[in-house]
């Protein structure tokens, strides 16, 4: 899931309703998983620092990690989401991003790896919830 959503290859609910894998056209503006409606519905910015639903398991695996980037003074959410994806934003990146071969100690709380407990923590549940929605074609995850 990590390496999709940097990417950009991550199924989220808008893209699977904006290509018509999902047919009610509500969730192109709602997420399923906290049933806001916004602009852009669920979106991976949404889904890693914005939905509701999953705001313990973000606190629990990258709340420290969003406020490092908040931090850093002042960022946009999108390029919060840049830099959680270890990308670079402003010429800012998280330096804990990638493991480091010396600890292995370090190489489990670096960024990646939390981002990526983060998206397996939610992995399920948010499954469980798309496969209440009827889909055509494309089976769910
Ligand atoms: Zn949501």
């Not at 270890?86 to 960024?111: H, Y």
Request: charge should be positive; proline fraction near 4%.
């Amino acid at each position: 899931m990590l390496s999709q959503c940097r990417t950009n290859g991550f199924w989220t609910t808008r893209k699977r309703a904006s290509m018509e894998f999902i047919t009610d056209k509500k969730f192109k503006r709602t997420c399923p998983c906290c049933n806001i409606r916004s602009e852009k519905g669920e979106t991976v910015e949404h889904l890693l620092i914005g939905c509701p639903r999953w705001k313990e398991e973000r606190e629990r695996y990258i709340g420290d990690i969003i406020r490092d980037t908040m931090a850093m003074g002042p960022v946009e959410q999108k390029d919060v989401v840049i830099l959680l994806l270890g990308g670079e934003s402003n010429g800012r990146r998280l330096v804990s991003w990638l493991p480091s071969s010396s600890t292995t100690s370090e190489a489990i709380t670096c960024g990646a790896f939390q981002v990526a407990r983060f998206l397996q923590c939610i992995r399920s549940d948010r499954a469980a919830i798309l496969r209440e929605i009827p889909h055509k074609g494309r089976s769910v995850d």
